[in-house]
């Protein structure tokens, strides 16, 4: 789906009968399409987190004396940020674009998967914050592969032929996400009322997509080469 069609539906549907709509006429006034892309991004990203949709790899140069490894964008070396150290190996062709969500498991270089916030066991790694990565007696050198729950790709303003890449059972949901954060921002009670009402549109779909597991693994996205090294 590309974001005009995003936009369509949304002036068709949920905004029918407001100006950020067109009333209805099937495109959102070029004034509030920034504003609509914020919503649109968070309602993305609620998504991305509620639903393990998009997996990628990350690789994690560990250093003596340097437990805590926060997995942000500025840490890899395809970044420009000046930070004291580099710790994420990434390259041009595939730069981190600090899109994690979660860790999902860590790899040593012989792809032997590590324990992950283990207390019992003296080799696991830790995750004090879901962008954290905590490794105990981290050695200079050593390398350690990460498989983790990506965020959907940032949307830039002014481009509708972007594409919004989620399964189209996820559309209605994201408008109605999208519809609930945009009329709670607005005055009145009848406004905040439909947004309470959306939201909870939007959470029961949503919730019964997850329950009846509707969105198999089999149709999580991976970028992932941790098969070839076999991590299992």
Same mark, same amino acid.
């Given at each position: %789906? ?17 100006? +950020? /709509?067109?009333? /209805? ?7 509030? &399409? ?6 649109? &991004?968070?309602?993305?990203? $609620? ?5 393990? =949709? ?7 140069? $560990?250093?003596?004396? *340097? ?6 964008? *500025? ?9 004291? @150290?580099?710790? +994420? $190996?990434?390259?041009?062709?595939? !730069? ?11 790899? #040593?270089? /012989? /792809? ?15 995750? !004090?914050?879901? #962008? +954290?990565? &905590?490794?105990? =007696? ?15 790709? @940032?949307? $830039? ?8 890449? +989620?399964?189209? %059972? ?15 921002? %607005?005055?009145? !009670? ?43």
């Amino acid at each position: %789906m590309l974001l005009s069609d995003l936009y369509t539906n949304l002036s068709y549907g949920v905004f029918s009968n407001l100006s +950020i /709509g067109s009333d /209805g006429a099937g495109t959102i006034p070029t004034e509030s &399409q920034d504003r609509l892309l914020h919503y649109v &991004q968070r309602g993305l990203t $609620a998504l991305h987190t509620k639903f393990y =949709m998009v997996s990628k790899e990350l690789v994690v140069q $560990a250093f003596d004396g *340097k437990t805590l490894y926060p997995l942000q964008q *500025k840490y890899a070396l395809t970044d420009p940020t000046v930070v004291p @150290k580099k710790y +994420i $190996a990434d390259s041009i062709e595939h !730069p981190f674009l600090g899109d994690l969500i979660k860790i999902v498991a860590v790899a #040593d270089e /012989g /792809g032997l998967e590590l324990p992950l916030n283990d207390t019992n066991d003296i080799y696991s790694l830790f995750t !004090p914050s879901p #962008d +954290i990565l &905590q490794i105990p =007696m981290a050695v200079t050198g050593d390398a350690y592969f990460l498989l983790y729950q990506a965020d959907h790709p @940032k949307l $830039a303003p002014g481009d509708l032929t972007q594409e919004v890449n +989620i399964p189209g %059972m996820l559309e209605e949901p994201l408008e109605l996400y999208v519809a609930s954060k945009v009329l709670s921002s %607005m005055n009145g !009670p009848e406004h905040a009322a439909k947004s309470v009402e959306y939201f909870e549109r939007y959470e029961l779909i949503a919730d019964n997509i997850l329950k009846q597991d509707l969105l198999s693994t089999s149709q999580v996205e991976t970028t992932s080469k941790f098969s070839e090294r076999g991590f299992k």
